[in-house]
């Protein structure tokens, strides 16, 4: 049987369990891409490297994973934490960090991978390459905005019109962030408007995820969502992107009153 290819976008805590609970087969995750370096975001790439080691067919030569990211001393720290101890490990796993420094980071016979510079982390003068970035993730799906962690407002409209935006809430106020978006980039009349979803969200919105969602305008709240760990996203191509009915953090957008 053929084995399906899967894409790992930044590697938080729990990653490695909390992908094979849903459903992941880390074996066929061969390319990682890190928006940027704090731990939130990274502190589970050696557990899932782990992952994809240890689950290796044995007599299987070496397999090769690639690590995207503007953090290359974290990602070698990670890979430094499985070398130490485990000896076998690059008789199996054949790492390769390369770091994120130009817009195109990607592109295989299913996606393509750009990285968009935002201001989340700020450089150090000495620096040239941004440190921190959203990714634009194109193919047979529409396009798909991962936003990362934000450096200002206005970067939630990064990579313009899309298909699926998958936005941080950790650092903005949602109905901040979403009116922003739609004052500068309108959803074009007869296209398909984007889903916006909601992640990575701040304690005020995880307290209480229904008030959240009510302090978005009404006419604003169609095809908004707010997120829960695990939350499934199923492409159809007819209808779209369908959010898995469990995986919103509340009631369905619909249900609530304003
Ligand atoms: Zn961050
Ligand atoms: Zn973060």
């Given at each position: 049987m053929k084995r399906q290819k899967s894409y790992c976008f930044d590697a938080g805590f729990g990653v490695g369990r909390s992908g094979v609970i849903h459903g992941v087969d880390w074996r066929n995750v061969k390319n990682f891409f890190i928006s940027h370096g704090h731990i939130d975001h990274t502190g589970g790439l050696p557990e899932a490297l782990f992952c994809c080691w240890k689950l290796r067919f044995s007599g299987e030569t070496a397999r090769q994973v690639s690590i995207y990211t503007p953090s290359v001393r974290q990602a070698q720290a990670a890979l430094t934490m499985l070398h130490e101890n485990h000896a076998a490990f690059e008789n199996f796993l054949d790492v390769k960090i390369i770091p994120i420094?130009?817009?195109?980071v990607f592109q295989d016979e299913i996606i393509r991978v750009e990285a968009l510079a935002n201001t989340h982390i700020v450089n150090a003068p000495t620096q040239t390459a941004a440190r921190s970035y959203a990714f634009r993730i194109t193919g047979p799906f529409g396009s798909i905005v991962y936003t990362g962690d934000l450096g200002s407002l206005d970067e939630g409209g990064i990579g313009e019109a899309c298909d699926l935006r998958l936005m941080e809430d950790g650092h903005f106020r949602p109905e901040e962030l979403l009116a922003r978006l739609r004052s500068e980039a309108p959803q074009p009349k007869g296209t398909k408007a984007e889903q916006v979803v909601f992640l990575h969200h701040s304690r005020e919105v995880m307290k209480d995820p229904d008030a959240a969602l009510r302090r978005i305008p009404r006419e604003q709240r169609k095809n908004i969502h707010f997120s829960c760990d695990g939350a499934t996203f199923v492409f159809h191509p007819k209808s779209g992107w369908q959010l898995d009915k469990d995986s919103i953090v509340g009631h369905k957008t619909e249900e609530v009153k304003p």
């Open positions: 420094t130009e817009k195109l």
